[in-house]
């Protein structure tokens, strides 16, 4: 059983920069998709960036050219870099280090943490 803890969430003004940290614990497969998902009041719970074993990376389009994902095997962790940060980004953000993809759809297979709140003030 995986277990994981999201760290690095605050409030931040808009234009803003927050770093956020997955450390995970567990079996976790070498080869596995990790990521970062979000969700905010009222909507569902979206993937924002996923890095392969291979450090190849994806994005949402919403965040693409201001969030940085990379990761640390060693350490089982998972990072996300935030920069320019704007109101829409405020959520809570999830990692989850079993991310599949099957037809073109993205889906998480892993286990969830408790998730870290960025709130972005204007």
Known sequence: QVQL?????GLV?????LRLSCAASGRISRS???GWYRQAP?????????????????YADSVKGRFTIS????????Y????SLSPEDTAVYYCNV???VRDRNWYAAGSWGQ???VTVSS
């Not at 803890?5 to 969430?9: A, F, I, K």
């Not at 003004?13 to 920069?17: E, I, L, R």
Request: proline share 0%; hydrophobic share 30%.
């Open 5 to 9: 803890v999201e760290s690095g969430g």
């Open 13 to 17: 003004q808009a234009g803003g920069s």
């Open 32 to 34: 596995n998709i990790m």
């Open 42 to 58: 009222g909507k569902q719970r979206d993937l924002v960036a996923a890095i392969t074993s291979g450090d190849s990376t994806k």
């Open 71 to 78: 990761k640390d095997n060693a350490k089982n962790s998972v």
């Open 80 to 83: 996300l870099q935030m920069n």
């Open 98 to 100: 079993d991310i599949r």
């Open 115 to 117: 998730g870290t709140q």
